[in-house]
């Protein structure tokens, strides 16, 4: 019993940061404008600082980076929305180049970080401009990246067994994996069902969207290895950095994106 019980001993704390982030998240779109684009811009910038900390860069030259990585993210972010997202990619690119220099595997990591986390902010907004039904596709990406990680963490700690990807994250199960898909699954149907797209496409675009969820989860369990690292940071009780929280939605926003711009 005690067993069981042990491995919800985190989850008041989970819940109950969640629903802060939520509310403000739903204020700042519903708000729209300008509060979702500082929204949107400030996010960017905090993960893109939790990114830098894990590099562990502290001289001079470190803060500059850091500078000139969320100067790049903002005003990328900035002109996406009021130019389109041509001019915000190569924002993000002038910042990838000014971030040059002769430690060439250093450079790497601070240009790949800038890029992903950019250009995955930058596509969310581009979600939220969408003219037809953006406010709702936002909501959708988010509630089926969360419907995927509340049933990877039920069903992983409920059923366990054998586990997904060891060297990378340990913890992640295929249990945990198939019932994050589950939820997904069912939401992607009742989204079909009261919402503007199809069932079925509704229903395979909830299925990809989970499955970019996990990949982005796996990306950050592999940078934090490679970092050796537990969190991203300690900003937020329960979940640890913005980043272990927005992981799943980076990558699914990217991927949403992508399928929106073909559609």
């Given at each position: 019993?005690?067993?069981?019980?042990?491995?919800?001993l985190?989850?008041?704390?989970?819940?109950?940061?969640?629903?802060?982030?939520?509310?403000?998240?739903?204020?700042?779109?519903?708000?729209?404008?300008?509060?979702?684009?500082?929204?949107?811009?400030?996010?960017a910038?905090?993960?893109?600082?939790?990114?830098?900390?894990?590099?562990?860069?502290?001289?001079?030259?470190g803060?500059?980076?850091?500078?000139?990585?969320?100067?790049?993210a903002?005003?990328?972010?900035y002109?996406?929305?009021?130019?389109?997202?041509?001019?915000?990619?190569?924002a993000?690119?002038?910042g990838?180049?000014?971030?040059?220099?002769?430690?060439?595997?250093?450079?790497?990591?601070?240009?790949?970080?800038?890029?992903?986390?950019?250009?995955?902010?930058t596509?969310?907004?581009?979600?939220?401009?969408?003219?037809?039904?953006?406010?709702f596709?936002?909501?959708?990406?988010?509630?089926?990246?969360?419907?995927t990680?509340?049933?990877?963490?039920?069903?992983?700690r409920?059923?366990?067994?054998?586990?997904?990807?060891?060297?990378?994250?340990?913890?992640k199960?295929?249990?945990?994996?198939l019932?994050?898909?589950?939820?997904?699954?069912?939401?992607?149907?009742?989204?079909?069902?009261?919402?503007?797209?199809?069932?079925?496409?509704?229903?395979?675009?909830?299925?990809?969207?989970?499955?970019?969820?996990?990949?982005?989860?796996?990306?950050?369990?592999?940078?934090k290895?490679?970092?050796d690292?537990?969190?991203?940071?300690?900003?937020?009780?329960?979940?640890?950095?913005?980043?272990?929280?927005?992981?799943?939605v980076?990558?699914?926003?990217?991927?949403?994106?992508?399928?929106q711009?073909?559609?």
């Open positions: 019993m005690n067993g069981k019980a042990n491995k919800f985190d989850l008041g704390t989970r819940v109950l940061s969640a629903i802060v982030m939520i509310v403000i998240s739903v204020v700042a779109f519903w708000l729209g404008g300008y509060w979702a684009v500082g929204f949107i811009g400030l996010g910038v905090v993960l893109l600082w939790e990114f830098h900390k894990m590099l562990r860069q502290k001289e001079v030259r803060k500059i980076d850091l500078a000139i990585m969320g100067g790049s903002v005003v990328s972010i002109l996406t929305f009021s130019y389109g997202w041509i001019f915000g990619a190569a993000l690119i002038v990838a180049a000014a971030l040059y220099k002769s430690d060439h595997e250093n450079w790497v990591w601070l240009s790949s970080g800038l890029l992903y986390i950019g250009a995955s902010m596509a969310m907004l581009m979600i939220f401009l969408s003219p037809e039904h953006g406010l596709d936002v909501f959708w990406v988010v509630l089926i990246v969360a419907l990680d509340i049933g990877g963490y039920f069903a992983g409920i059923i366990g067994g054998p586990k997904l990807w060891p060297a990378i994250s340990p913890k199960t295929w249990a945990g994996t019932g994050g898909w589950f939820l997904a699954i069912i939401a992607g149907v009742l989204l079909g069902w009261f919402g503007p797209e199809p069932v079925m496409r509704s229903l395979v675009i909830s299925f990809v969207i989970a499955i970019a969820s996990q990949l982005g989860d796996l990306l950050e369990s592999w940078l290895r490679q970092k690292v537990k969190d991203s940071s300690d900003i937020i009780p329960g979940h640890g950095g913005l980043m272990d929280r927005l992981d799943g980076m990558a699914a926003a990217l991927v949403f994106a992508f399928i711009g073909l559609s």
